[in-house]
Protein backbone atom coordinates (compact mmCIF):
# COMPACT_ATOMS: atom_id res chain seq x y z
CA UNK A 1 0.00 0.00 0.00
CA UNK A 2 1.26 3.80 1.02
CA UNK A 3 4.81 3.29 1.54
CA UNK A 4 7.92 6.25 1.57
CA UNK A 5 11.45 4.97 0.71
CA UNK A 6 14.03 7.36 2.29
CA UNK A 7 17.89 7.50 0.84
CA UNK A 8 20.77 9.54 0.58
CA UNK A 9 22.48 8.78 4.32
CA UNK A 10 25.70 8.33 4.79
CA UNK A 11 28.87 9.28 6.50
CA UNK A 12 30.07 12.72 6.62
CA UNK A 13 32.84 15.01 7.80
CA UNK A 14 31.24 18.34 9.89
CA UNK A 15 30.83 21.26 7.52
CA UNK A 16 29.95 18.86 4.52
CA UNK A 17 26.81 18.35 2.70
CA UNK A 18 24.06 15.93 2.19
CA UNK A 19 20.95 15.47 0.15
CA UNK A 20 18.35 13.29 1.46
CA UNK A 21 15.82 12.26 -0.53
CA UNK A 22 12.58 10.44 -0.01
CA UNK A 23 10.13 8.85 -2.48
CA UNK A 24 6.04 8.31 -1.85
CA UNK A 25 3.94 5.75 -3.46
CA UNK A 26 0.97 4.47 -3.16
CA UNK A 27 -0.74 7.61 -2.16
CA UNK A 28 -1.74 10.80 -4.13
CA UNK A 29 1.42 12.49 -3.18
CA UNK A 30 0.41 16.03 -3.55
CA UNK A 31 -2.78 15.49 -1.16
CA UNK A 32 0.18 15.11 2.00
CA UNK A 33 2.13 17.53 3.67
CA UNK A 34 6.06 15.86 3.90
CA UNK A 35 7.71 16.18 7.04
CA UNK A 36 11.54 15.01 7.94
CA UNK A 37 12.26 13.44 12.16
CA UNK A 38 15.04 12.79 13.11
CA UNK A 39 16.22 10.26 16.26
CA UNK A 40 19.65 10.15 17.62
CA UNK A 41 20.69 7.53 19.61
CA UNK A 42 19.20 7.98 23.44
CA UNK A 43 17.45 10.75 22.49
CA UNK A 44 13.78 11.74 21.57
CA UNK A 45 12.35 11.59 18.14
CA UNK A 46 12.77 15.59 17.17
CA UNK A 47 11.01 17.55 14.27
CA UNK A 48 13.17 18.32 11.19
CA UNK A 49 11.32 20.45 8.75
CA UNK A 50 7.73 20.16 6.98
CA UNK A 51 6.53 21.57 3.75
CA UNK A 52 3.03 21.56 2.62
CA UNK A 53 1.23 20.75 0.26
CA UNK A 54 2.05 22.96 -2.91
CA UNK A 55 5.48 23.10 -1.78
CA UNK A 56 5.01 27.13 -1.13
CA UNK A 57 5.42 27.09 2.57
CA UNK A 58 8.33 25.63 4.74
CA UNK A 59 9.13 25.23 8.33
CA UNK A 60 12.42 24.46 10.22
CA UNK A 61 13.22 23.73 13.84
CA UNK A 62 15.55 26.20 15.05
CA UNK A 63 18.29 23.72 15.54
CA UNK A 64 18.77 23.33 11.59
CA UNK A 65 17.09 26.73 10.44
CA UNK A 66 19.61 28.29 7.57
CA UNK A 67 21.76 25.53 7.19
CA UNK A 68 18.86 22.76 5.97
CA UNK A 69 16.49 22.97 3.27
CA UNK A 70 12.80 21.02 2.51
CA UNK A 71 11.92 20.96 -1.13
CA UNK A 72 9.43 18.73 -3.16
CA UNK A 73 8.38 17.65 -6.60
CA UNK A 74 4.94 15.99 -6.91
CA UNK A 75 5.79 15.29 -10.24
CA UNK A 76 7.92 12.67 -8.91
CA UNK A 77 6.43 12.19 -5.96
CA UNK A 78 9.38 12.71 -4.17
CA UNK A 79 10.29 14.89 -0.71
CA UNK A 80 14.10 16.15 -0.55
CA UNK A 81 16.01 17.07 2.67
CA UNK A 82 19.30 19.77 1.74
CA UNK A 83 21.29 19.06 4.42
CA UNK A 84 24.25 22.24 4.69
CA UNK A 85 27.12 22.83 7.43
CA UNK A 86 26.86 19.48 8.90
CA UNK A 87 27.27 19.29 12.50
CA UNK A 88 28.52 16.06 14.85
CA UNK A 89 24.79 17.05 16.54
CA UNK A 90 22.66 16.06 13.44
CA UNK A 91 23.92 12.79 13.09
CA UNK A 92 21.10 10.38 13.85
CA UNK A 93 18.37 8.30 11.52
CA UNK A 94 15.93 10.55 9.04
CA UNK A 95 12.87 9.26 8.93
CA UNK A 96 10.60 10.83 6.03
CA UNK A 97 6.36 11.35 6.96
CA UNK A 98 3.54 12.36 5.04
CA UNK A 99 0.40 13.69 6.68
CA UNK A 100 -3.22 13.96 4.79
CA UNK A 101 -4.35 17.81 4.77
CA UNK A 102 -7.56 19.08 3.17
CA UNK A 103 -6.00 22.47 3.11
CA UNK A 104 -2.54 24.19 2.77
CA UNK A 105 -0.55 23.92 6.49
CA UNK A 106 1.88 22.05 8.19
CA UNK A 107 2.36 19.67 10.52
CA UNK A 108 5.23 19.53 13.37
CA UNK A 109 4.03 16.92 15.50
CA UNK A 110 5.19 13.35 15.08
CA UNK A 111 1.52 12.50 16.26
CA UNK A 112 -0.32 14.07 13.26
CA UNK A 113 1.49 12.42 10.32
CA UNK A 114 0.15 9.30 8.93
CA UNK A 115 2.77 7.28 7.44
CA UNK A 116 6.56 7.02 7.63
CA UNK A 117 9.32 5.87 6.32
CA UNK A 118 12.55 3.23 7.36
CA UNK A 119 14.80 6.12 8.07
CA UNK A 120 17.95 6.09 6.81
CA UNK A 121 20.86 7.42 8.60
CA UNK A 122 23.00 10.45 8.43
CA UNK A 123 26.48 10.08 10.22
CA UNK A 124 28.44 13.21 10.57
CA UNK A 125 32.37 12.42 12.43
CA UNK A 126 35.78 13.24 12.11
Not at 44 to 50: K, Y
Not at 54 to 59: D, I, P
Not at 64 to 72: A, D, Q, T, Y
Amino acid sequence: QVQLVESGGGLMLPGGSLRLSCVGSGLTFSWYTMGWFRQAPGKEQEFVAAIDRSGTTTGYAESVKGRFLISRDNAKNTVYLQMNSLKPEDAAVYYCAAEHRPAESLSYRREDYNYWGQGTQVTVSS
